[in-house]
C-alpha cells in the first residue's frame, strides 16, 4: 500500500504536469478538465469547480465535464446548480448510465421530485434494476402502497426467480 506522501508527491506530479501544459500550449482541450478532475479527487472541490467551469466555457457541449462540475457543485451543496448541469448533460445523452440518473435522482429536493426523475429515465431507457429498485424504496417510502405493488409484480413479471419478489410483495402489503 502506497504511503501518504506517495500520493501526495504524485499529485504534485501531476499537477506539474498540467502546468508544463498549460505553458507549452494554453488552449489545450482538456487541460482544465483533467486538473478538475485531479482536484476533485483529492477533494480540492472549489478549484476543481473552476476548473470544470473554464473547460465550460471553452467547450460548453462537453457533457461528461458537465457531469464532473455537477459533482462538484453537489458537494459545495450547491444543489440546485448541479441539478441543472446534470439535467443539461442527461439531455445530451442518447444513453445514461443509471449510476449517473442515480447520481441526478439523488438530489431532488422531495422522495416525489426523485422518483419523478427515475420514471422519466426508465420510461426512455427501459428496464434498470438499479433505476427500479430506487424507485420502488421511494414509493414504499411516500406511502404509494399501491404503486410500489404494481412495480414489484413488473418486476416480479421479468424476474427468474420469483421468491424474493414475492416476499417483497408481501411485505409492502401487509
Not at 482544465?32 to 480540492?44: S, V
Not at 476543481?48 to 467551469?53: G, I, L, M, N, Y
Not at 473554464?54 to 458537465?66: H, K
Request: hydrophobic residues 45%; charged residues 30%; without cysteine.
Amino acid at each position: 500500500m502506497p504511503a501518504h506522501g506517495d500520493f501526495t508527491d504524485a499529485k504534485r506530479g501531476g499537477e506539474a504536469n498540467f502546468l508544463r501544459a498549460a505553458e507549452l500550449q494554453p488552449h489545450l482541450t482538456g487541460l482544465e478538465r483533467a486538473r478538475g478532475e485531479l482536484a476533485l479527487a483529492t477533494r480540492q472541490t472549489s478549484a476543481a469547480r473552476d476548473h470544470f467551469q473554464r473547460e465550460l466555457e471553452a467547450n460548453p457541449a462537453d457533457a461528461e465535464t458537465r457531469i464532473l462540475r455537477a459533482r462538484a457543485l453537489a458537494t459545495l451543496g450547491d444543489r440546485a446548480s448541479a441539478i441543472a448541469d446534470y439535467d443539461s448533460a442527461l439531455a445530451t445523452l442518447t444513453h445514461p448510465t443509471p449510476e449517473l440518473v442515480l447520481e441526478r435522482s439523488a438530489l431532488g429536493p422531495t422522495p416525489a421530485d426523485s422518483l419523478a426523475v427515475l420514471d422519466r429515465f426508465l420510461a426512455q431507457l427501459g428496464p434498470a434494476m438499479a433505476l427500479e429498485l430506487r424507485a420502488l424504496a421511494l414509493e414504499e417510502t411516500l406511502g404509494r402502497h399501491d404503486a410500489a405493488l404494481r412495480r414489484v409484480d413488473r418486476l416480479l413479471s421479468q424476474a427468474e426467480r420469483r421468491e424474493g419478489w414475492l416476499k417483497r410483495r408481501l411485505g409492502i402489503e401487509s
